[in-house]
């Protein structure tokens, strides 16, 4: 859902370049005034603005924006080299967020020079990801164990990770998955 998110949002970026030097063709598209009157750009006119209407935009321009073709076909080149924030915290438990916040900032650098060497596609998207909050706080959570209710946290009172809410992804080119190990020991070295 990320990567998606990142094709979806790099492609309408790039889009709104090619169709006008100062972006007025998102302003555009993309104002409450289209959902009031016909609002004009070029020679195209918009009211009510459908996903259709981007739609139309985006495959018209798919051969000037490669994203525009692995998002509508679905063909993605990346995957997450990580996929949750349990996997997250497991792989990187011991670093506290600021050495996570420098692995971030190094990331993409490193593991586009491990591709690189390796002669895989320099394809790297490591995407930040913003915590929702929580509503369950600690001893919500109670489990019925023979007729007694158990609080969840004192049956498993591993550091809770919640407290930590820095959080990114990592998406790598699909070819590079069996180096996932060595990337993610790699990773951890810039904390």
Known sequence: M???QYLITTSISKLSKIESDNEEFSKTLFSIDSFYGINNFKDYSFYLPTDGDLLYFLKKNIEKIPEVKELLTRKYL??????????????LSEIDD????????????????VFKSEGLPETTVVKEIKIKTIAIQKDEIFIDLDGEDASFTNLFPE???RDSNYYFIPFI???ALHLRKK???GLRQFK
Not at 81 to 90: P, Q, Y
Not at 98 to 113: D, H, P, T, V
């Open 2 to 4: 990320e990567y998606e």
């Open 78 to 91: 990346n995957k997450a080299l990580w996929k949750t924030k349990a996997e997250f915290s497991h792989y």
């Open 98 to 113: 600021n050495g996570r916040k420098n692995i971030y900032k190094q990331a993409e650098k490193y593991l586009n020079s």
């Open 159 to 161: 550091k809770d990770d």
């Open 173 to 175: 080119p699909i070819q």
């Open 183 to 185: 990337l993610i020991s």
